[in-house]
């Protein structure tokens, strides 16, 4: 097992779209959840938005709701998270979580999560 591994990130103009990808390792994909989280300057780390693989369930955070997408691609154990009319306040390092079986206390939850990437930067700005 090796951790998710996160790409995408950059600088943002207010009002642009981003594109993150986070990818999984085949022993964990599709397994459970998969959740990405982000933490800005200041803040505690907070979900955005996860999906249930294997379930299909979905999270999306309503700071995030209506202007966020989440795409996966199974061959490639790929899960993206698209965001759109970008703020300043999504301004943050974004991380992907994934889990397998163990304590649930919810898909927003960072402690729900046994496997975190190394985050990847957003730095949104006008």
């Known amino acids: 097992l090796v951790q998710p591994v996160e790409s995408g990130g950059g600088s943002v103009q207010v009002g642009g779209s981003l594109i993150l990808s986070c990818v999984v390792s085949e022993d964990i994909y599709g397994r459970d959840w998969i959740t990405w989280f982000r933490q800005g300057p200041g803040t505690e780390r907070e979900a955005v938005a996860g999906?249930?693989?294997?379930?299909?369930?979905?999270y999306v955070a309503d700071s995030v709701q209506g202007r966020c997408a989440l795409l996966q691609d199974n061959t490639k154990q790929t899960v993206y998270l698209v965001l759109h009319n970008l703020k300043p306040e999504d301004t943050a390092m974004y991380f992907c979580?994934?889990?397998?079986?163990?304590?649930?206390?919810?898909?927003?939850?960072?402690?729900?999560?046994?496997?975190w990437g190394q985050g990847t930067q957003v730095i949104v700005s006008s």
């Open positions: 979580a994934a889990r397998l079986d163990g304590r649930w206390s919810g898909p927003a939850a960072v402690t729900s999560y046994h496997y």
């Open positions: 999906k249930n693989i294997f379930g299909g369930s979905t």
